[in-house]
């Protein structure tokens, strides 16, 4: 089985740029989910997408968005950018909301 | 708010010594609750899962973890600890029902044995 794939792996941006992250979801699954991990810290739910709808939002601005395509495969997209924003942003897939969540590698975003 | 609460920061034991994590989390209703491990420079790693029924859940490399309702705790334990465990541990709770609901982290445990 395949597992979770990120693309790219690292980017750097400017503040005010816009940036669009990529996931592959494990063969199978219906369910992704996105985090943002700050260096030392616990990964942070953005939100998640069920059967290419939205069904959960943490504490993020309107400028974190995302989608989910017929083939489960997702993107996050961000404007605007803040120096803040600089974290390793996690996509996770399941193969229903709830359940064993398998994780990608990350992409590792500076914002300068 | 729903939070995950891991009580403690950073462990360092000795090769064969017993492990406890601590994890509380502060959610009236049903969850499912997971354990998360990440290696040096790995991704995260699923290590065990609480969804119902017994309590006591056996993972992966001999890790178990207890679910106690009454106390919103979900432990991680192993009985000897290896070289080879040193890691960051992250408990989870996914709150909701339903299709809906989120994962939340607590803020990680690092975890360092000595041979």
């Known amino acids: 089985e395949t597992g979770v794939t990120q693309s790219p792996t690292h980017l750097i941006k400017t503040r005010g740029q816009q940036v669009t992250l990529r996931c592959s979801s494990q063969s199978g699954h219906n369910t992704v989910s996105w985090y943002q991990q700050a260096l030392g810290q616990g990964p942070q739910f953005i939100f998640q997408y069920y059967r290419e709808e939205e069904n959960g939002r943490g504490n993020f601005p309107p400028r974190f968005s995302g989608l989910q395509f017929p083939n489960y495969s997702s993107e996050l997209n961000v404007n605007a950018l803040e120096l803040d924003d600089s974290a390793l942003y996690l996509c996770?897939?399941?193969?229903?909301?709830?359940?064993?969540?398998?994780f990608g590698s990350g992409t590792r975003l500076t914002v300068v | 708010a729903q939070s995950v609460s891991q009580h403690n920061h950073h462990v360092i034991l000795s090769e064969a010594a017993s492990l406890e994590l601590g994890c509380n989390y502060s959610?009236?209703?049903?969850?499912?609750l997971f354990w998360y491990v990440q290696y040096p420079g790995q991704h995260l790693q699923l290590l065990l899962k609480?969804?119902?029924?017994?309590?006591l859940v056996k993972g992966i490399k001999g890790f178990e973890a207890e679910f106690i309702k009454s106390k919103f705790s979900f432990n991680l334990r192993k009985p000897s600890v290896q070289w080879s465990d040193t890691a960051e541990y992250f408990c989870?709770?996914?709150?909701?029902?339903?299709?809906?609901?989120?994962?939340?982290f607590g803020q990680g445990t690092t975890l360092q044995v000595k041979p």
């Open positions: 959610y009236g209703g049903t969850v499912n």
């Open positions: 996770a897939s399941s193969f229903q909301p709830g359940g064993g969540y398998t």
């Open positions: 609480y969804f119902s029924g017994d309590p």
């Open positions: 989870a709770v996914h709150a909701g029902s339903g299709n809906t609901g989120k994962l939340i």
